[in-house]
């Protein structure tokens, strides 16, 4: 492992690392990512941000939530760099957003391209998740 995992404040991340990991993972396809004001606004107004740096300290990954500390943390958006997904950045930052909140229950949207991986790692499926688009 030659990453590490921290929690920070999302107003203090630095725009262009985080939208260069939200594009290189192919969730920027899937966010406002051309829009810089925002994605400025989702990270900062986000209560739990949690990050992975590599040894030289470059962003290679983020997880972003909103939560109660309590009973439910949406977990907003996981991403990790293309270069640094399989090798466990992923599943080390769902682990710190549960240390964060460990009562709380963790919920999330799948991306179409993730919807095998969640049940490996021990979500369940939840079938009457509804979304209303502004």
């Known amino acids: 492992m030659n990453w590490t995992t921290e929690r920070v404040e999302g107003a203090a991340l630095d725009l262009d690392e985080v939208l260069e990991v939200y594009r290189s993972s192919g969730l920027g396809e899937r966010r406002p990512a051309d829009d810089r004001e925002r994605m400025a606004a989702m990270v900062r107004n986000a209560n739990l941000v949690l990050v992975a740096r590599d040894a030289a300290g470059t962003l290679i990954g983020i997880a972003r939530s ?3 500390f309590s009973y439910v943390t949406y977990l907003s958006d ?3 760099s293309g270069t640094h997904q399989r090798s466990g ?3 080390a930052l769902i682990d710190a957003t549960r240390k964060e909140a460990p009562t709380a229950k963790i919920v999330l949207l799948s991306a179409p391209a993730a919807t095998e991986y969640y049940p490996h790692i021990g979500f369940a499926p939840h079938h009457s998740a509804w979304v209303l688009n502004p």
Do not use: C
């Open 66 to 68: 909103v939560s109660d």
């Open 78 to 80: 996981i991403a990790v």
């Open 89 to 91: 950045v992923g599943r």
